[in-house]
């Protein structure tokens, strides 16, 4: 039998060997425990939280490697400001088959633009399910219009003839449907942009504009076969002419995409629309634009007209000659 001695002896080696085994069994296995219990209490909460994986896995020299995976977490869209202008963006669409990529490209965009009321014109005889539904699945301020082009004003062969305004009657509309909700006497501060779905637009340009008094400026990328189009600006901060090569001695040789305008300005003059007849090529801009300023009511930004905020891009032009007359692929597909 062995004597108390010996036992004492035992009990003293082998007591501190289990303690340390206990504590390092538990070191490991509590991170992995406190990560589940978090994700249980985020899952409670339905919030769009990270999640966090832990896989251990022996090696041949016994060495343990963690992976962690995360997600991205961003609310949508930001939350709104009682202090900030509203900018209403303007964009008239159509039906082709890059339009969800187009959509999809340019809500993503705005998403990131506090403050921002998306007014979205469908050129056709009424509101599609796909554009309707793109829009809800955004979580954006939207307003959902449609109108459709008459037949003499549609395109007809080359989609880049300048003398065809397409677009013109939906941002039309868009402008009377503001004049409609806020009324000439609403103090509602705002801004009115007009963007196109193809363009591509810096999350800088949107709060530029946002300091808008009457019509702010700035250059627009690979338009009028150039690098980019501008206006002049003096040293003075002044825009005196304009920096193109396609017909410069227009009243306003600018972009769509390179202006914006107080809404109040909108409000308060009723006349002002883009014109559909009698306008040549080019001059859609200045038939808004000569309604509400003159050259010297204009505010260059972007430091001073210096640094390129949009780009006029398009995206290619798919090619579907395998689909056939009658589709090889699943009509019922959203693309």
Same mark, same amino acid.
């Given at each position: 039998m062995p004597k108390r001695r010996d036992i004492v002896a035992i009990v003293l080696i082998v007591l501190p060997w289990t303690l340390l085994i206990t504590?390092?069994?538990?070191?490991?296995?509590?991170?992995?425990?406190?990560?589940?219990?978090?994700?249980?209490?985020?899952?409670?909460?339905?919030?769009?939280?990270?999640?966090?994986?832990?896989?251990?896995?022996?090696?041949? &020299?016994?060495?343990?490697? =963690?992976?962690?995976?995360?997600?991205? !977490?961003?609310?949508?869209?930001?939350?709104?400001?009682?202090?900030?202008?509203? !900018?209403? !963006?303007?964009?008239?669409?159509?039906?082709?088959?890059?339009?969800?990529?187009?959509?999809?490209?340019?809500? &993503?965009?705005?998403?990131?633009?506090? &403050?921002?009321h998306w007014i979205l014109v469908e050129d056709s005889q009424r509101r599609t399910t796909l554009v309707g539904r793109l829009l809800q699945e955004t979580g954006l301020n939207y307003t959902h219009l449609n109108v459709e082009t008459p037949r003499n004003y549609k395109v007809r062969g080359d989609t880049r003839d300048p003398r065809i305004p397409r677009g013109t009657i939906q941002r039309n509309l868009a402008l009377r449907w503001l004049r409609e909700t806020f009324g000439v006497n609403s103090s509602q501060s705002g801004i009115v942009y007009f963007a196109d779905d193809d363009n591509t637009y810096s999350l800088e340009l949107f709060e530029e504009m946002r300091s808008t008094k009457k019509v702010s400026v700035w250059p627009v990328a690979f338009v009028g076969g150039l690098r980019y189009e501008s206006p002049k600006v003096n040293t003075l901060g002044k825009v005196y002419g304009w920096k193109t090569v396609f017909d410069p001695h227009r009243p306003f040789a600018i972009d769509m995409a390179g202006f914006a305008v107080n809404l109040r300005?909108?409000?308060?003059?009723?006349?002002?629309?883009?014109?559909?007849?009698?306008?040549?090529?080019?001059?859609?801009?200045?038939?808004?634009?000569? =309604?509400? !300023?003159?050259?010297?009511?204009? =505010?260059?930004?972007?430091? &001073?007209?210096?640094?390129?905020?949009?780009?006029?891009?398009?995206?290619?032009?798919?090619?579907?000659?395998?689909?056939?007359k009658k589709g090889f692929t699943d009509s019922n597909v959203e693309i």
């Open positions: 504590v390092w069994h538990q070191s490991a296995i509590t991170p992995l425990l406190a990560t589940r219990k978090d994700d249980r209490r985020d899952g409670r909460s339905n919030s769009r939280n990270t999640f966090a994986l832990k896989e251990s896995c022996s090696l041949q &020299n016994r060495d343990i490697m =963690e992976v962690v995976r995360t997600e991205y !977490v961003y609310s949508r869209p930001p939350p709104w400001s009682d202090v900030l202008p509203t !900018v209403h !963006v303007i964009t008239p669409t159509y039906s082709r088959p890059v339009q969800k990529a187009e959509l999809t490209r340019l809500s &993503n965009t705005l998403l990131h633009v506090p &403050n921002l300005l909108i409000l308060s003059k009723p006349q002002a629309y883009f014109k559909l007849r009698g306008v040549k090529g080019g001059y859609q801009e200045s038939s808004l634009l000569k =309604e509400l !300023v003159t050259l010297s009511d204009l =505010e260059p930004k972007a430091a &001073n007209c210096t640094k390129v905020l949009v780009w006029h891009t398009r995206t290619e032009k798919p090619v579907l000659v395998n689909e056939g």
